[in-house]
């Protein structure tokens, strides 16, 4: 342990101590992309014992330019992102232990996935997610950090369940889709993604160590590009605030069959109501008359038309040549039809 982490121990607010902590930690990082993957990398190298990564997508040659984790051949494998992170993560550092979920984080995944972790860091690209999570944690005391980052602009903010505002208390609803610039009509640059995930780790350090005193206490706002850095803040929670006052965690609630619109990929995901276990080889026997299929252990991939369908083991699928719900309801029902 000397060797590997001592530059880290000789910094004043690690030193053996904090970094037998950061050796006992658990941390779980809620979405590989570019941010979860500079976090996974970041905490991996700093010796955090447990690494819980949840990603629901697959690597694609676009995440390149900034999913600092992946590889062409990452990409040409269509590795799922979690599977991809876990292998690249045990080559940088064997000894910790790096646990991989394909999964969507939806009502029915957040509270087994944070469970038993003492710091949930963000790496979502959505708000959808991200109230998930805020309520999640509220309800469970687990302290997470917010981030996000799109075009050159990026923002974080770490909170301490009802000793700091909360998600909600800052942004009492989601902007609504057209308004916010997404990664989609945007773009994105790699630069702001590092300073976003470097404060985002920094956070986590901070707590897993246990130096509040030196977490930035704000809602801190960075331009890269305009050349603009600012803190917000702190403030104190919102009085009426449904998640950490009211006690309301209305998000955790909602059941059903779940669809997203996914962020720069002319893409929707549908989720089936129920859990389910799908057999690749029947499937790819069946759709092999309609269109080009391909499968690994992990996704199946099947080619119709301008649509590419992948489908997943739990019948979660991504649905790719369309941003109309309506389109990729009916084409999951015509040929997954779980
Ligand atoms: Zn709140």
Same mark, same amino acid.
Request: proline content about 3%.
């Given at each position: 342990?000397?060797?590997?982490?001592?530059?880290?121990?000789?910094?004043?607010?690690?030193?053996?101590?904090?970094?037998?902590?950061?050796?006992?930690?658990? *941390?779980?990082?809620?979405?590989?992309?570019?941010?979860?993957? #500079?976090?996974?990398?970041?905490?991996? $190298?700093?010796?955090?014992? @447990?690494?819980?990564?949840?990603?629901?997508?697959?690597?694609?040659?676009?995440?390149?330019?900034?999913?600092?984790?992946?590889?062409? =051949?990452?990409?040409?494998?269509?590795?799922?992102?979690?599977?991809?992170?876990?292998? @690249?993560?045990?080559?940088?550092?064997?000894?910790?232990? !790096?646990?991989?979920?394909?999964?969507?984080?939806? @009502?029915?995944?957040?509270?087994?996935?944070?469970?038993?972790?003492? !710091?949930?860091?963000?790496?979502?690209? &959505?708000? #959808?997610?991200?109230?998930?999570?805020?309520?999640?944690? !509220?309800?469970?005391?687990?302290?997470?950090?917010?981030?996000?980052?799109?075009? %050159?602009?990026?923002?974080?903010?770490?909170?301490?369940?009802?000793?700091?505002?909360?998600?909600?208390?800052?942004?009492?609803?989601?902007?609504?889709?057209? =308004?916010?610039?997404?990664?989609?009509?945007?773009? *994105?640059?790699?630069?702001?993604?590092?300073?976003?995930?470097?404060?985002? !780790?920094?956070?986590?350090?901070?707590?897993?160590?246990?130096?509040?005193?030196?977490?930035?206490?704000?809602?801190?706002?960075?331009?890269?590009?305009?050349?603009?850095? $600012?803190?917000?803040?702190?403030?104190?929670?919102?009085?009426?605030? %449904?998640?950490?006052?009211?006690? *309301?965690?209305?998000?955790?609630?909602?059941?059903?069959?779940?669809?997203?619109?996914?962020?720069?990929?002319?893409?929707?995901?549908?989720?089936?109501?129920?859990?389910?276990?799908? &057999?690749?080889? &029947?499937?790819?026997?069946?759709?092999?008359?309609?269109?080009?299929?391909?499968?690994?252990?992990?996704?199946?991939?099947?080619?119709?038309?301008?649509?590419?369908?992948?489908?997943?083991?739990? #019948?979660?699928?991504?649905? $790719?040549?369309?941003?109309?719900?309506?389109?990729? $309801?009916?084409?999951?029902?015509?040929?997954?039809?779980?």
């Amino acid at each position: 342990m000397d060797e590997r982490y001592s530059r880290q121990i000789l910094f004043n607010g690690i030193g053996e101590e904090g970094q037998r902590r950061l050796l006992a930690a658990r *941390v779980l990082i809620v979405g590989c992309g570019a941010l979860g993957s #500079a976090h996974a990398e970041s905490l991996a $190298r700093a010796g955090v014992g @447990h690494l819980r990564i949840v990603d629901r997508d697959f690597v694609e040659p676009s995440n390149l330019q900034r999913q600092t984790l992946f590889t062409e =051949s990452d990409a040409e494998k269509r590795l799922p992102k979690a599977i991809a992170a876990a292998n @690249h993560l045990h080559e940088i550092n064997s000894e910790i232990e !790096v646990e991989p979920h394909i999964l969507d984080v939806n @009502h029915s995944t957040i509270e087994q996935l944070i469970k038993d972790c003492d !710091v949930v860091v963000d790496g979502t690209d &959505n708000f #959808a997610t991200r109230y998930l999570i805020n309520d999640a944690c !509220v309800k469970h005391d687990i302290n997470w950090i917010y981030g996000a980052a799109v075009g %050159s602009y990026g923002v974080t903010m770490t909170i301490r369940p009802h000793e700091t505002v909360c998600l909600r208390c800052v942004f009492e609803e989601a902007p609504p889709a057209a =308004s916010a610039p997404t990664c989609d009509t945007a773009g *994105v640059i790699m630069p702001i993604i590092n300073i976003v995930s470097a404060v985002q !780790v920094s956070e986590a350090i901070k707590l897993i160590t246990d130096h509040v005193e030196a977490l930035h206490g704000s809602l801190m706002q960075f331009d890269v590009w305009r050349n603009e850095w $600012r803190r917000i803040g702190p403030g104190m929670p919102r009085a009426d605030c %449904s998640t950490c006052r009211l006690g *309301v965690f209305e998000t955790l609630e909602q059941a059903g069959e779940g669809v997203a619109v996914l962020c720069g990929r002319d893409a929707i995901q549908i989720s089936p109501a129920q859990t389910t276990r799908i &057999n690749f080889s &029947n499937l790819a026997e069946r759709l092999s008359r309609a269109g080009e299929v391909k499968f690994n252990e992990y996704l199946l991939r099947f080619k119709t038309g301008n649509f590419e369908l992948t489908v997943f083991q739990d #019948a979660r699928s991504i649905i $790719r040549g369309t941003d109309e719900i309506a389109i990729a $309801r009916s084409l999951y029902a015509k040929y997954i039809g779980t």
